[in-house]
């Protein structure tokens, strides 16, 4: 089970930081990622990290300005949100166990607003 937390309404250009804490069982050998849904679009890649050398892959929309990382020990994988924009605007899930291009496990969403 993923349990997604840290959304909220912000204004363009604050920052905001979100939580994934995973239970039932370890992702210390699974990929992690984020992804998000804006109201009437399809949902879209925004990070992801891999769990071998924890190297980390980002949607051009987000690069410089959204850091995704992970503890272990926690069994969490976070999103550092900088310079926010109302485009940034979606529900936020994050996501576990990448197999070539498909993800097997999903958090519930949290809501991010980005007010101009």
């Known amino acids: 089970q993923l349990q997604a937390s840290g959304g909220g309404l912000v204004q363009a250009g604050a920052s905001l930081s979100l939580s994934c804490a995973a239970s039932g069982r370890t992702f210390n050998r699974y990929d992690m990622g984020w992804f998000r849904q804006a109201p009437g679009k399809e949902r879209e890649f925004v990070a992801s990290i891999r769990w071998t050398n924890s190297v980390r892959d980002y949607a051009d929309s987000v690069k410089g300005r959204l850091t995704i990382s992970r503890d272990n020990a926690k069994n969490t994988v976070y999103l550092q949100m900088n310079s926010l924009k109302p485009e940034d605007t979606a529900v936020y899930y994050c996501?576990?166990?990448?197999?070539?291009?498909?993800?097997?496990?999903w958090g519930q969403g949290t809501q991010v607003t980005v007010s101009s």
């Open positions: 996501t576990a166990d990448r197999r070539d291009s498909r993800w097997l496990y």
